[in-house]
């Protein structure tokens, strides 16, 4: 069943069966801003700790918005210049997208969303439907001139965190590499075993764990080269809930984790980000030699698959 809701006074899409309860946002950024398990009575997503959403304009910090729920980045996550088509075009912090209002149609179970890019010649379209405990989400972005464009997209998926909650990496993760100065795992970089390393000071830290809220920590690190496989799961022990991504690891084969232990506004959540781009930047991705060109009429598709369990 989807129908159109209030949600802090946004206007929202609520899809419902047996097992989830979904809720969309179409005019910030298409955000996914609820997933909830009836059966478990459990909330997925970290929640906007304000009454209201507040509508961004396109060049605004991400940072001083809701921070919440599941945004989709793109084409960037960290803002920066591109030259495009004889122009500096401006990437915006943590993408265009979350920033725009999508159209959007409902075509029986199915929701279509869509909009047309104003710094590139883009049109992005998501479409999303619910089937028992599993969400399903496919993207289509499509080029729609000849000149090629680089571009990171990243799931920006804010989940809450749980002290006992169980980190797990795609099967076969060996390592992981610092991409954030780190007051525990040091400098940008710095390679670490998965799922038990030492810290700059010699003890032992947990990479499929969180720290408590009052450690007023944040980290980020991704999967270091290329992901084996294309799934992964953080289980909720006290809550025996299990949340699992299931994503193309041809069309995303890096991921990377984000996690605020209270260290970025108080909020304790994290994020498995599955992206095309390594890492966060064009020019870091460029430096690197993995960064993806959407080529002039082409489309760049693929799916994620999230299961509340």
Request: proline fraction near 4%; glycine fraction near 6%; include cysteine.
């Amino acid at each position: 069943m989807i129908e159109k809701t209030i949600f802090k006074g946004t206007e929202a899409i609520k899809f419902e069966d047996d097992i989830l309860r979904v809720l969309v946002l179409p005019t910030i950024g298409g955000k996914i801003a609820s997933i909830y398990n009836k059966n478990k009575d459990f909330e997925l997503l970290f929640q906007n700790k304000g009454d209201a959403y507040i509508k961004a304009k396109i060049y605004d910090d991400f940072s001083k918005f809701d921070a919440s729920g599941f945004d989709d980045a793109f084409p960037t996550i960290d803002k920066c210049v591109v030259r495009y088509d004889g122009k500096d075009v401006v990437y915006p912090d943590h993408g265009e997208v979350w920033s725009s209002s999508f159209n959007y149609e409902a075509v029986g179970d199915i929701l279509k969303l869509w909009f047309d890019s104003v710094i590139l010649p883009y049109r992005y379209e998501k479409t999303i439907s619910i089937d028992g405990e599993k969400l399903n989400i496919h993207y289509n972005i499509k080029n729609n001139r000849r000149e090629a464009f680089p571009c990171i997209w990243a799931m920006h998926c804010l989940i809450n965190c749980e002290e006992d909650m169980e980190v797990n990496f795609p099967d076969g993760t060996k390592d992981v590499v610092n991409v954030q100065k780190s007051k525990r795992l040091g400098a940008v970089d710095t390679v670490h075993s998965y799922p038990v390393t030492k810290d700059i000071n010699d003890e032992e830290y947990h990479l499929d764990r969180v720290l408590p809220l009052s450690s007023n920590n944040t980290e980020k690190y991704y999967v270091n080269d290329k992901v084996i496989n294309g799934y992964c799961n953080v289980y909720y022990p006290s809550k025996d809930v299990k949340y699992v991504v299931e994503f193309d690891k041809e069309k995303l084969p890096y991921l990377g984790f984000w996690v605020t232990e209270g260290g970025f506004r108080g909020d304790y959540n994290c994020a498995f980000e599955p992206t095309n781009g390594f890492y966060d930047s064009i020019d870091i991705a460029k430096n690197k030699n993995r960064l993806f060109y959407l080529e002039g009429g082409k489309e760049l598709d693929f799916d994620i698959k999230i299961s509340l369990k």
